[in-house]
């Protein structure tokens, strides 16, 4: 069982920063992938980023050139390192974790709030 607590968020203007962080615990194996969700009011959740057991980036169109998954290994840290923030990034942000092998997240975070005014 793998346990995702995510941390960093707050209120930030736009055109500013802020890093998200995403600590896992439990039994986190080497080749699970990673990935940040969020889901802004009213809307659905979606995928913002994805970082898999080699270090391998997939981002999606709206967060490309802003946003930057990384991980450190030793930490079982995952990071969301977002730039040039806009006032639609505002959004609950949420790790995830799942195994290479399997196609869906079963492991969430409970999610840390990103506002940008």
């Known amino acids: 069982h793998v346990q995702l607590v995510e941390s960093g968020g707050g209120s930030v203007q736009a055109g500013g920063s802020l890093r998200i962080s995403c600590q896992a615990s439990g039994r986190v194996y080497n080749n699970y992938v990673f990935g940040w969700f969020r889901q802004g009011p009213g809307k659905e959740r979606e995928g913002v980023a994805t970082?898999?057991?080699?270090?391998?980036?997939i981002y999606s169109d709206s967060v490309k050139g802003r946003f930057t998954i990384s991980k450190d290994s030793a930490k079982n840290t995952v990071y969301l390192q977002m730039n040039s923030l806009k006032s639609k990034d505002t959004a609950r942000y949420f790790c995830a974790a799942r195994p290479t092998m399997i196609s869906e997240y079963n492991y969430w975070g409970q999610g840390t709030q990103v506002t940008v005014s």
């Open positions: 970082i898999d057991s080699s270090g391998r980036t």
